[in-house]
């Protein structure tokens, strides 16, 4: 990318939703300094169970009314949307943005550990696209991947029932299929399931190490900055949130992601 930005401009984070703020708080964390443009694309949520044609239009479309709001970096904080668009967004917007997904930092730091097998878990979307699969076994051939699709955790954690009775009960429904027996590693390919990850190690009692996108996106968002140039060196500037729908429920239920009250801004792209 010819570098024409500067460093004091914005990054774009989109998702389906709002499960993506748990990849913008990490961001937030680790270069406070930084300003977030925040989309989620609430009307048409889950991506999970859509096409791959619709999640692409969608993605699109946000990406366009991100480098609107003229960001350096756009974020893909969706396993689907990252499974299903990145190439098609690395294309259509070549050289207007850095662009990073959250699939490939996962793969990078599961297969430094050289595991024999891992476990995959994630959305009907991202599944069924074998991204993770084929990425994780082009990096080391030999990897056994077993890949499940657990549609009932997403709905189950916006409502706010995880660390609990039931999410433990959905776990342990999905978790004890006999599939999933001797792996090392589990991958929570949705920005959703940080929220449970200790229900999940809980579950397998600290034997199998557990990976989420967070802070390894975090990370691939400070080198890629770094190497452009485009760290930003000023005082820390507003973050601001929108939402292509809006419910009160909506915003109540950020808190639970993002780890602190913010305000939600109705912004329809559609």
Not at 37 to 66: C, E, N
Not at 247 to 267: D, N
Request: net charge neutral.
């Amino acid at each position: 990318m010819v570098n024409t930005h500067q460093k004091h401009q914005p990054i774009g984070v989109f998702d389906s939703g709002i499960g993506g703020l748990t990849v913008a708080n990490a961001i937030v964390k680790q270069l406070p300094k930084e300003e977030i443009i925040y989309f989620g694309d609430t009307f048409h949520l889950p991506y999970g169970d859509k096409s791959a044609d619709a999640i692409r239009y969608y993605s699109l479309k946000i990406v366009k009314f991100l480098l609107e709001k003229n960001c350096k970096m756009i974020v893909i904080a969706c396993n689907s949307a990252s499974s299903a668009a990145y190439d098609v967004l690395l294309d259509f917007f070549k050289g207007q943005a850095l662009f990073v997904n959250v699939v490939d930092p996962l793969v990078e730091a599961v297969t430094k550990k050289q595991f024999n097998h891992v476990g995959v878990i994630a959305t009907k979307a991202t599944i069924l696209s074998g991204i993770y699969k084929s990425k994780l076994q082009k990096a080391q051939p030999n990897l056994k991947v077993t890949s499940m699709a657990t549609p009932l955790l997403v709905p189950i954690i916006e409502e706010g029932y995880f660390n609990d009775n039931i999410s433990e009960a959905v776990i342990e429904k999905y978790l004890s299929n006999k599939s999933f027996k001797g792996i090392e590693g589990l991958l929570l390919a949705c920005t959703h399931y940080p929220l449970i990850r200790k229900n999940i190690e809980d579950f397998f009692s600290g034997n199998v190490s557990v990976f989420d996108s967070t802070d390894v996106v975090a990370e691939i968002v400070r080198k890629k900055l770094l190497e452009n140039d485009l760290l930003n060196d000023r005082k820390k500037n507003s973050h601001h949130f929108f939402v292509s729908d809006y419910t009160k429920s909506f915003e109540e239920t950020t808190r639970i992601f993002y780890k602190e009250k913010i305000h939600l801004e109705l912004c329809s792209i559609w």
